[in-house]
Each structure stands twice: as C-alpha cells, then as structure tokens.
C-alpha cells in the first residue's frame, strides 16, 4: 500500500516543548499543533478510507520552499534545476519530527516502523511538502 500526498502552504518545523514557569506543565506550542493538525487532514481529505500501514515503512519528504523574491536570473535557474538547495529554517530534522508525528496512528501504527527516511529541502515555485509513505 502506497500513500502520497501534498500539503500546501508555509512548511512549519516541530516546536520545541514548552514549560509553563507557573504551574510547571510542558506544553506542544500552539503553531506546531496546528500544522500536525493540517497535515492530518490532508491525508484524510485524500483517503478517507485509510488503512493502517503494519508492516515496515519508508518515507519520502520533499519540501518545496518558494524563492526568494531578490534572486539573480542566474541563482533563479540554478534554483529551479535543483542546483542550490534553500539553507534556511525550518531544519530538516524539524519538518520530519512535525510530518511523522502528525501522521502517526494515521498513515501507521507507530513511527518505529519507519526503516527507511528520505528527506529533500528545494526550491520551486509554490511553498509545500511532498509525502509519499508507503509498505516496502
């Protein structure tokens, strides 16, 4: 079974917890919750009908990041060939943490099953993410 979906919009990156100073609980910040929430309901929108991966997984991620607007025609080229790849935030760790956790006990039961990661920041056009998940 294969799943791949894309998520459009401003990719976010896992928030580090937060602890409130007066009554000591630790907390998921509020942006973070939001685009887990997001990215689940892409999936869902897109199979409704989902079934829970068992078995081991792999994941593809690609997040595509919008040029910036102040790019030499040269740099524009080259970014679209995939040549220069953005180097900014969120960290590539952040966008997995975010993606995987949104879509645990959705896509599959549990991220341990994941054996096999592959992730890709690059530039394009039109700010979203690419996942593709499936049983291998």
Do not use: H, W
């Not at 896992?14 to 973070?32: M, Q």
């Not at 897109?46 to 025609?73: D, Q, S």
């Not at 935030?89 to 995987?100: F, G, S």
Request: glycine share 4%.
């Amino acid at each position: 079974m294969k799943y791949e979906f894309e998520v459009p919009g401003k990719i976010k990156g896992k928030g580090r917890p937060r602890v409130n100073s007066y009554t000591g609980i630790v907390y998921t910040p509020t942006n973070t919750k939001d685009y887990e929430y997001l990215v689940e309901q892409y999936f869902m929108l897109k199979y409704p009908k989902f079934k829970l991966l068992e078995g081991r997984v792999a994941v593809n991620i690609i997040a595509t990041f919008n040029i910036p607007k102040t790019v030499k025609k040269q740099e524009l080229e080259k970014m679209l060939e995939n040549d220069i790849s953005p180097t900014k935030k969120p960290d590539i760790d952040n966008i997995v943490k975010i993606i995987l956790d949104a879509l645990n006990k959705f896509a599959f039961k549990d991220d341990n099953q994941i054996t096999k990661l592959n992730v890709e920041k690059i530039y394009g056009l039109e700010e979203k993410v690419f996942i593709e998940i499936q049983e291998y």
